[in-house]
Every structure is written in C-alpha cells, then in structure tokens.
C-alpha cells in the first residue's frame, strides 16, 4: 500500500484534511504541503509522533483534521496485515492524545483561525 493510498488527490480521507500520516508498510511519511506555514518545530514533532506509533504498532496512521477544526488521530491496518494488534494501536493513541493535548489544541486553533478564519476571543 502505497502513501498515496493513505490519502486522495485532496489531500483527504473520509471527508477530513489529511495534517500529516505515515505508512508502515512502505515505511513513508506524508505531511500536507497545504500547511507548510506549520513552525518547523512542530512538523518535526508531528514526525516523529506518527513515525514512533507505526515503528511501535504497524499501520497506517494519520492526523487530520474535522470540518470543525478538531484533530483526529487514526489508526488502522492493511487488510492483509494479521499481525497488527488493534488493542496496543488504541492504547497508544489514547497516549498521544493525553500526551500531546497542548500541541492539538494549537494545531486546533491555527485551523480554525487560519483554514476557517473564526475569530479567537481572548
């Protein structure tokens, strides 16, 4: 399965925009150039979350983001693949979310203020 196979040409899966994703099986990452203005600390760090979870676990994983501007994390295997374990996959993922909540509430908000235009009330 190819990293094209993880997203379409719009750069979406399911009706979601597509931040980044990386594919075990042909060991690729993929980050959206539509948000290149993305600090580069931080795409790095987008990096090595989704590398370190399909190094861990397998699969294909992605970050995307909802019509609303909320963060989605996704993780799933190649139907062929056996040996993926759904469980350590959630487990993780429920890791990611906790661990990382500030960096996704930033992400959050740099949607919704740059991609949506809403206004953030200080």
């Given at each position: 399965m190819s990293e094209k196979n993880m997203i379409n040409d719009n750069d979406t899966v399911e009706g979601r925009i597509v931040l980044c994703g990386a594919n075990s099986y042909d060991q690729k990452y993929y980050f959206n150039?539509?948000?290149?203005k993305v600090p580069e600390s931080i795409q790095?760090?987008?990096?090595?979350?989704a590398v370190l979870f399909t190094e861990e676990v397998g699969g294909i994983f992605t970050i995307s983001f909802e019509d609303d501007g909320e963060i989605r994390l996704d993780a799933h295997p190649d139907e062929s693949d056996i040996m993926y374990d759904s469980v350590s996959a959630g487990?993780?993922?429920g890791e990611i979310r906790k661990n990382r909540a500030e960096l996704f509430e930033s992400l959050t908000a740099y949607y919704k203020v740059l991609i949506l235009g809403?206004?953030?009330e200080l």
């Open positions: 150039p539509k948000f290149e790095k760090d987008l990096h090595i979350i487990l993780l993922l809403e206004k953030i």
